[in-house]
């Protein structure tokens, strides 16, 4: 069976086409599932960064309208984002505690 690399989703930072070229050539991942799942992966990487840059720009507390201090939005968008990254690479069994 001959395995094709496909090339990275276009909308993906640079960053994350960098890793989705080093995990195909690393990993087999050859099915539309693992591909899919690899997307949604380095999509949520992406906003992980997003949220971030965010975050070092504004501060992680913000104050709401009445001047209280409380979380800023981007930081549960980033807890959600990695989340939901570590969950994808668990399934392509990628992440650390598969490794043996």
Avoid at 4 to 11: D, E
Avoid at 45 to 74: I, M, N
């Amino acid at each position: 069976m001959t395995t094709s690399k496909a090339s990275p989703p276009k909308h993906l930072s640079s960053e994350a086409k960098r890793l989705w070229t080093k995990l195909q050539s690393d990993f087999v991942i050859d099915d539309e599932a693992g591909k899919l799942i690899l997307q949604s992966a380095l999509e949520a990487f992406d906003r992980v960064q997003e949220a971030r840059a965010l975050l070092a720009k504004e501060g992680s507390v913000t104050r709401d309208r009445w001047g209280q201090a409380k979380q800023h939005p981007a930081s549960l968008v980033e807890a959600s984002a990695r989340a939901q990254m570590h969950s994808a690479l668990r399934l392509l069994k990628l992440a650390p505690d598969d490794v043996e």
